[in-house]
Each structure stands twice: as C-alpha cells, then as structure tokens.
C-alpha cells in the first residue's frame, strides 16, 4: 500500500504561484502513475494532471493546461504541481493518487492523499 502526503497549498492573489509536493511511502513508489485531483466545495471531484511512472507522459485538464505542470522526482519519491496565473476559479482541495496506470478517472486510483488547501482571492 501507498501512503500519500500533499503539502505546499495556502492562501494566494490571482495571478500568484504555488507549488503542491506530494510525498509517498510504502510499496516501490516508481512503478505507479501519479495524479492530481482537485474539489471545490459543493462540486464534484475532477481531474487536474497525471503523470506516469517514469515522468515521460503527462496530461493535463483543459482547465489548467499550459498553467500547472506536473513533475515527479523517484530518487525522493515526490511528485509535484507547479500552479502558475492561479484564478479564484482554482480555489479547491488539492489531492493527489497513486494508481497503475494513466488516467483522468479517479476509480483508477487505490490510493489517495488527504488533501491540502489551495486558495485564490483578492
């Protein structure tokens, strides 16, 4: 089993940056997918990134494509969200998964953070 921990979420301006680290333990993290999920209140949970094991493919939501890049360092077993030119629309709990392959369906993933906090106001 894989224990996933997000930290790096917070209060920012529209506009700011902010960068999510997920970090793993347990079962070899680099043999899973990683992806980043995203809830706003009152709405359902979506796709943000997705990234495969060796870093090589990515995928983003249409939403946040060309604003968020996902990375993954398997030395540190971490994964990473850049957020850049954050809107009040990106104001949600962040979470990231692990599962075995890439995917934008969340019941593809066994494995789930506990979320962290990202808010975008004036």
């Known amino acids: 089993q894989v224990l996933l921990v997000e930290s790096g979420g917070g209060l920012v301006q529209p506009g700011d940056s902010l960068r999510l680290s997920c970090a793993a333990s347990?079962?070899?993290?680099?043999?899973?997918?990683r992806g980043w999920f995203r809830q706003a209140a009152g709405k359902e949970r979506e796709f943000v990134a997705v990234?495969?094991?060796?870093?090589?493919?990515?995928d983003y939501s249409d939403s946040v494509k060309g604003r968020f890049i996902i990375s993954r360092d398997n030395a540190k077993n971490t994964v990473s969200l850049q957020m850049n030119s954050l809107r009040p629309e990106d104001t949600a709990v962040y979470y990231c998964?692990?599962?075995?392959?890439?995917?934008?369906?969340?019941?593809?993933?066994?494995?789930w953070g506990q979320g962290t906090q990202v808010t975008v106001s004036s």
């Open positions: 998964a692990a599962g075995i392959m890439v995917s934008k369906a969340g019941n593809s993933y066994s494995a």
């Open positions: 990234i495969n094991r060796d870093g090589g493919i990515t």
């Open positions: 347990g079962r070899t993290f680099s043999t899973y997918a």
